[in-house]
Each structure stands twice: as structure tokens, then as C-alpha cells.
């Protein structure tokens, strides 16, 4: 079974500080995603990664960036949090350069931004 | 603009009864379709995936089928249980990239 890990499953941050969110997944998938979920406005891809050291800016990358130095990992970076940030993060990985595989999720991490 | 529509409110129904949940899409042409289940404080799980030369799909209790001319998916669960009680996500590709697309979910609670 793929497995897919976030480093938190709730975090607490204050305003303005840098918040690191981490990923792995242990299938050797090549694609990784970061999304956060809102009530009412579903999934929205945040970064996406379809390479070690390659990411693609997906629908709302500002306030935000990646990194990838493994395959496996995959960090989500709050360069400084801020209140609307406070939402439920979810990585999630897909096989191969196609886009048409299956997405595995991770269990999500919900962050509160005091 | 692109869309992705589902029914925000929820559904409720009988246990043992059909379960039929609506994705619509407008402005895709999505070469596929794909159905996940999401439990509360869970990542969503992939269930089943149809592609656009596919009317339909099944997978034990459960039925997809995927109408291009009335850019419509339609997600039925058979003989509904309790644990069955979930949010149910549609996803289409973004046609020339890798983003997937997902819509904000149908809550269904089956009542025993």
C-alpha cells in the first residue's frame, strides 16, 4: 500500500512566523502535490512537483513555497504565516509523469494561524 | 470560466436505499473522471476513475458513469450503509497539465 506521511496532524503558529510543513511518500512516486481545503471551496493546488529539485506553481502559490531535494519529500514553506493561511494542508503523490494517475493523500495537516 | 459543481448540501438517505451524487463541469473537456471518498480529518481516498470513452463504471456497490454531451458525472452507491457516511469528491485532469482539479464535495449521511 502507498503511504503517504505529513509531519503534523495540527499545528499552532503565530503571525509571521515561518511554518514548515513536510511530506513523504515511500512508493517511489515521481509527482507530489500540496493543496489546502477550505469549507466550501474544495481542494486548491497550492505547489506541485513532478521531479526532485523541479516544482510548478499551481492555482495559489502566493504566500507560499516548496522544496524538493528527494524523491520521497516533498515541504510546503509559510514564509510568514498569516491568518487566512489557517486551513487544512494535504500532500498528496501520483506515480508517473502522466497526469492521469490516481492521487494517494496524506491524513492532512489542519494549521490554526493565531 | 471553468467550473466544477457539485451539491453542497447534503444528502441523506435510508440505509439499503441508492445513494446518487452529481458532478458537473463546465468549460473541460476532461479526457477522465475521478471519484474520491474523504473522511472527516482525512485525506481523501481514490475509489474509482472513468475515462471520457466510458459510459460506466462499477466497482461492487458502487456506479459511476460519465455523460460528455451533458458534462455530467453521476456516483451511486448501491444498498447504502451507515459506513458509506463520508464526503464525496469529483476530480477531473486539467487538459495539458498536471493539475487535477477537484470539486468542493457532497456530504452523504445514511441513516440506519
Known amino acids: 500500500d502507498v503511504k503517504v506521511t505529513q509531519s503534523s496532524r495540527y499545528l499552532v503558529k503565530r503571525t509571521g512566523e515561518k511554518v514548515f510543513l513536510e511530506c513523504v511518500q515511500d512508493?517511489?512516486?515521481?509527482?507530489m502535490f500540496w493543496y489546502r481545503q477550505d469549507p466550501g471551496l474544495g481542494l486548491r493546488l497550492i505547489y506541485f512537483?513532478?521531479?526532485?529539485?523541479?516544482?510548478e506553481k499551481g492555482d495559489i502559490p502566493e504566500g507560499y513555497s516548496v522544496s524538493r531535494e528527494k524523491k520521497e519529500r516533498f515541504s510546503l514553506i509559510l514564509e510568514s504565516a498569516s491568518t487566512n493561511q489557517t486551513s487544512m494542508y494535504l500532500c498528496?503523490?501520483?506515480?508517473?509523469?502522466?497526469?492521469?494517475?490516481?492521487?494517494?493523500f496524506g491524513p492532512g495537516t489542519r494549521l490554526l494561524v493565531l | 470560466s471553468q467550473k466544477i459543481e457539485q451539491n453542497s448540501e447534503a444528502l441523506n438517505i435510508q440505509e439499503g436505499k441508492t445513494a446518487t451524487l452529481t458532478c458537473n463541469y463546465t468549460?473541460?473537456?476532461?479526457?477522465?473522471l475521478q471519484w474520491y471518498r474523504q473522511d472527516p480529518g482525512r485525506g481523501p481516498v481514490f475509489l474509482l476513475l472513468?475515462?471520457?470513452?466510458?459510459k460506466e463504471k462499477r466497482k461492487e456497490r458502487l456506479k459511476v458513469t460519465f455523460d460528455t454531451t451533458l458534462k455530467q458525472s453521476l456516483f451511486h452507491i448501491t444498498a447504502s450503509q451507515p459506513a458509506d457516511s463520508a464526503t464525496y469528491l469529483c476530480a477531473l485532469e486539467n487538459t495539458g497539465g498536471f493539475k487535477t482539479i477537484f470539486g468542493a464535495g457532497t456530504r452523504l449521511f445514511v441513516k440506519a
Open positions: 498528496a503523490s501520483s506515480l508517473s509523469g502522466s497526469y492521469q494517475e490516481t492521487q494517494y
Open positions: 472513468i475515462r471520457e470513452n466510458e
Open positions: 468549460n473541460y473537456s476532461p479526457a477522465y
Open positions: 512537483s513532478y521531479d526532485v529539485k523541479m516544482k
Open positions: 512508493m517511489d512516486h515521481e509527482n
